[in-house]
């Protein structure tokens, strides 16, 4: 394969792994609309409530407030990811240097680390 058509693939991908975090942007951001709801404090008025209703309002809450938290993670991975492609660093081990599997970057493309770096890192 020459490195002409190496080049011309790499741009290809990196154009889909772009496509794909952008649309995975726009939905974390529909549904962070509708989260921020249900992450609002739990009233506490007892007349109105029982009091399992609102131990489940409040782990409800929380539940909420958690998944809130992971989604504003992703999108600062997402976002993180888009200024990697921008600036020409992107599917490329933050660790070690090397390019990160394209089927590794298929399944998350906001990931940093190739797999072995992943797996020395979990030891």
């Given at each position: 394969?020459?490195a002409?058509?190496?080049?011309?693939?790499?741009?290809?991908?990196?154009?889909?792994?772009?496509?794909?975090?952008?649309?995975?942007?726009?939905?974390?951001?529909?549904?962070?609309?509708?989260?921020?709801?249900?992450?609002?404090?739990?009233?506490?008025d007892?007349?109105?409530?029982?009091?399992?209703?609102r131990?489940?309002?409040?782990?409800?809450?929380?539940?909420?407030k958690?998944?809130?938290?992971?989604?504003?993670?992703?999108?600062?991975?997402?976002?993180?990811?888009?200024?990697?492609?921008?600036?020409?660093?992107?599917?490329?081990?933050?660790?070690?240097?090397?390019?990160?599997?394209?089927?590794?970057?298929?399944?998350?493309?906001?990931?940093?680390?190739?797999?072995?770096?992943?797996?020395?890192?979990?030891?």
């Amino acid at each position: 394969m020459t490195a002409n058509r190496v080049t011309m693939e790499k741009d290809m991908s990196q154009k889909d792994h772009k496509k794909a975090l952008i649309e995975l942007r726009e939905s974390l951001l529909r549904a962070q609309e509708t989260g921020e709801q249900a992450e609002q404090t739990v009233e506490l008025d007892q007349t109105r409530v029982g009091r399992l209703s609102r131990m489940d309002a409040m782990q409800a809450q929380a539940m909420s407030k958690e998944t809130g938290r992971r989604r504003r993670q992703k999108l600062m991975q997402i976002e993180a990811a888009l200024r990697r492609i921008e600036h020409g660093e992107y599917g490329y081990c933050q660790e070690c240097g090397e390019e990160i599997a394209a089927a590794r970057l298929q399944i998350d493309p906001t990931v940093l680390l190739c797999f072995g770096c992943a797996q020395a890192n979990e030891a």
